[in-house]
């Protein structure tokens, strides 16, 4: 049975078009003058076709997951001019950043890394082949395999890093310092909620 009573929340706000400064259209503005995004407009479709379900969730869940795409494309962009992945770069920093000896055994580097073994294995591999990272075993655990950075990927990471903080500056230009450091906040909250904490 439908329930009353959601159509009023934020889900129902009603879309309308806004023409802008430069007389251009804005789709998906609201009467008081604010553009919105594209979420927007699929809030108000669903509060148009079921105005029973508040949908909210789905604006704040949709919002991250579009903007994570949209970073990461920066990112990949960015990269690509390096002849680098992104991922490459990020398994790159996170052994300089470790420790002094900019080492990792697999396990580590995976976490860190939040993918499977498998998937860092090859990850490992190409890195390994371009001259990157060291692979070696354990001298104290044979069942333990190392990752060390090599001069060649340490410098590498310390040529890029600026750039790439450059970009990803770039890439938050629409919100203001204050904006950033609420939308940090919040991000951490619910990273947090969903049990992505530090393990030591």
């Given at each position: 049975m439908?329930?009353?009573?959601a159509a009023g929340g934020p889900s129902a706000a009603r879309i309308m078009n806004h023409?802008?400064?430069?007389?251009t259209t804005a789709i998906g503005a609201t009467g008081n003058g604010t553009v919105n995004d594209a979420i927007e407009q699929i809030l108000g479709d669903w509060a148009r076709v079921r105005p029973d379900v508040d949908c909210s969730a789905m604006g704040v869940a949709g919002r991250i997951s579009r903007a994570s795409?949209?970073?990461?494309k920066g990112v990949k962009e960015h990269f690509a001019r390096y002849d680098l992945e992104p991922w490459e770069f990020d398994v790159l920093a996170t052994l300089f950043?470790?420790?002094s000896a900019h080492r990792l055994c697999m396990g580590d580097l995976a976490t860190a890394a939040m993918v499977s073994s498998a998937a860092l294995t090859n990850r490992v591999d190409r890195l390994?082949?371009?001259?990157?990272?060291?692979?070696?075993?354990?001298?104290?655990?044979?069942?333990m395999v190392l990752i060390t950075l090599t001069d060649r990927g340490h410098a590498m990471v310390d040529e890029l890093l600026e750039g790439h903080v450059a970009n990803e500056n770039r890439l938050l230009a629409g919100l203001t310092p204050e904006d950033r450091e609420q939308?940090?906040?919040?991000?951490?909250?619910?990273?947090?909620?969903?049990?992505?904490?530090?393990?030591?």
């Open positions: 439908r329930r009353g009573g023409n802008l400064v430069d007389g795409r949209l970073m990461e950043r470790a420790n390994t082949a371009k001259g990157l990272v060291h692979r070696e075993v354990s001298p104290s655990n044979r069942r939308l940090s906040g919040l991000l951490c909250k619910l990273l947090t909620s969903l049990g992505d904490v530090r393990t030591c």
